[in-house]
C-alpha cells in the first residue's frame, strides 16, 4: 500500500472517530429538528456522517475539493426533498469543520478544514432541485420518456417491447444506449433525490434495463471482428455496473472483442484476466466517488505488473466531476460515455505508450 494510500486510510478513520462529536455539535445547535427523531434518529445522523466523510477523504486523498463540493451540492438537493431545513446543511459542515480544527492537527486535517471552508462559500450558489435528464429537444427524449414511465409504472415487458421495436425498426444500438438508457437512469437517480420514486423503484428500473439490455444482444455482436481486445470492469465495492457493460457493448458493436468482469471485481482477477487474454485496452469504472481509491489501488497494481505498458481508460461519475483525476491516477484517457471511450481507444491503440 502506498505511502498516499496508507495516509487516506487514516484520515478516513479518523474523520470516522469524530462523527459522534460533530452530530452532538448538531444537536446542540439544533434541538429541535434532529431530537424528535429520537435514537433512531441519531443512529442514523452517525451513519450519515461516516459517509459524509468518506467523500471528504477522497477529495482530500486526490487534492481535489470539487469532489467534496459537488457531493455537497447533492446533499443540499436531497435535505429540500426531504424538507430539511435550509440551514441545517450549513450547520452540519460548519460542525463538521469545527470538530476537525479541534482534533485533526494533521496536513490532511487542516485539508479537509479549508475543503469545507470552500464548500461554505459555494452553498448559497447551489441549486436546490436539480434539473431533468431529459430535456425539451434532447434526441429522442419522446422515447425516453415514454420507456422511463413505463418502468415506473412497473411494467418492464411493455418497456422491454418499446425498445426492442425501435431496434428492429433500424435505430441504432449505440442510439438507445446513449440516448434512451443512459439518460433515463440518470434521470431515475434524480427522481430517487429529490424523493419522487422508492429504492424499490430505482432498483426495478435498473434491473429491467440490463434485462431489456440482453435482448438487444442479437444487434451487438454483428459487427465484424478488428481483433483487439478489452476487458471492462467495476473496481471493487462498485455495483453499479450498468456504464461498464455499456462500454464493452459499444466496443463490440465496433468489432472489438470483450471481455466484461461485471461489478465488485477484486483487482487480482483484473490484472490477471489482463495477461491470459493479451488485452489491448483496459476500461475501469466507477460511479461512487467514494471508491476512486480502489481504482488508484487497481492501476498501480497493473502499471507494477508484466501487463504495466497496457492503456487504461477510465469513467465514471468522479471523472465527470474533476476532468483530471485520470492523470492523477495514472490513467491514459477519461471518457464521459462510451461514443468517447471508442474515439480515444483508437487514439491510444494507435499511439505508442510510454
Known amino acids: 500500500m502506498t505511502e498516499a494510500l496508507l495516509r487516506h486510510k487514516e484520515l478516513r478513520k479518523q474523520l470516522s472517530s469524530i462523527s459522534e462529536a460533530v452530530v452532538a455539535c448538531q444537536y446542540a445547535l439544533e434541538p429541535e429538528v434532529w431530537e424528535p427523531y429520537g435514537q433512531a434518529g441519531w443512529e442514523k445522523s452517525l451513519r450519515d456522517q461516516e459517509f459524509h466523510s468518506s467523500y471528504l477523504a477522497e477529495a482530500v486523498m486526490f487534492s481535489d475539493p470539487s469532489l467534496f463540493i ?18 441545517s446543511l450549513r450547520t452540519m459542515l460548519e460542525c463538521t469543520r469545527k470538530v476537525i480544527d479541534e482534533e485533526l492537527l494533521s496536513h490532511e486535517g487542516a485539508a479537509a478544514s479549508a475543503y469545507i471552508e470552500k464548500t461554505l462559500v459555494e452553498l448559497h450558489t447551489m441549486p436546490e432541485i436539480p434539473p431533468t435528464f431529459l430535456p425539451d429537444g434532447a434526441p429522442f427524449v419522446d422515447l425516453a420518456r415514454e420507456y422511463l414511465e413505463l418502468l415506473l409504472h412497473g411494467d418492464r415487458n411493455q418497456a422491454g417491447r418499446l425498445i426492442l421495436d425501435k431496434a428492429e425498426a433500424g435505430m441504432h444500438v449505440k442510439d438507445i444506449y446513449l440516448r434512451v438508457f443512459q439518460p433515463t437512469q440518470y434521470e431515475i437517480g434524480r427522481l430517487w433525490q429529490i424523493n419522487r420514486i422508492t429504492v424499490a423503484q430505482e432498483h426495478f428500473c435498473t434491473a429491467a434495463a440490463q434485462t431489456i ?31 461498464a457493460r455499456m462500454l464493452a457493448d459499444f466496443f463490440e458493436m465496433d468489432g472489438w472483442d470483450t471481455y466484461y468482469l461485471g461489478a465488485n471485481t477484486p483487482t487480482d482477477a483484473v490484472v490477471r484476466t489482463i495477461l491470459d487474454r493479451d488485452t489491448h485496452l483496459l476500461g475501469l469504472s466507477v460511479t461512487m466517488t467514494f471508491h476512486t481509491r480502489f481504482v488508484e489501488e487497481l492501476i498501480r497494481k497493473v502499471r507494477s505488473s508484466e501487463a504495466g505498458r497496457i492503456p487504461i481508460l477510465v469513467g465514471g461519475y468522479p471523472f465527470n466531476v ?3 483525476l485520470w492523470q492523477t491516477l495514472r490513467a491514459n484517457g477519461s471518457a464521459r460515455n462510451a461514443e468517447e471511450a471508442l474515439k480515444i481507444a483508437d487514439r491510444l491503440i494507435g499511439e505508442p505508450l510510454v
Request: charged fraction near 20%.
Open 70 to 87: 459537488d457531493y455537497v451540492n447533492w446533499l443540499k438537493q436531497l435535505f429540500t426533498a426531504l424538507r430539511f431545513p435550509e440551514k
Open 213 to 243: 439490455m440482453s435482448q438487444l444482444y442479437p444487434f451487438v455482436f454483428s459487427a465484424q471482428k478488428t481483433g483487439r481486445r478489452l476487458v471492462a470492469a467495476c473496481v471493487g465495492g462498485e455495483l453499479h455496473e450498468i456504464g
Open 322 to 324: 474533476a476532468p483530471r
